[in-house]
């Protein structure tokens, strides 16, 4: 068990602690459908999802470690998806009033 400010930075998914809690702040992130704090405690198994943008990623948990190698990063977690939002085009603003 780990919070997930540090595994999203210990894993690579988010290169800065502080920039995973303000990610998580905005309500960017989900574990497994919910809406995850940064302090939100995650697990191997569970499913992460994080909106950058225009895209979210989804990932699993594979393992949970206190350091790894930047080579081993990667390990900890697989990519389940990747989906490029649409951006949402303002309405036509009828003026006719």
């Known amino acids: 068990m780990m919070r997930l400010d540090k595994f999203l930075k ?11 809690k ?9 574990i497994n459908g919910k809406v995850a704090k940064a302090s939100t405690a995650v697990n191997v198994g569970d499913e992460i999802a994080i909106r950058f943008g225009q895209k979210i990623v989804t990932a699993r948990i594979e393992e949970i470690k206190e350091n ?5 990063a990667a390990k900890m977690f697989t990519i389940l998806k990747e989906e490029k939002l649409d951006k949402i085009e303002p309405e036509f603003i009828d003026d006719d009033e």
Do not use: W, Y
């Open 68 to 72: 790894v190698r930047k080579e081993d």
């Open 10 to 20: 210990v894993s690579r998914l988010i290169k800065r602690r502080t920039l995973a």
């Open 22 to 30: 303000e990610v998580a702040e905005q309500g960017r992130i989900t």
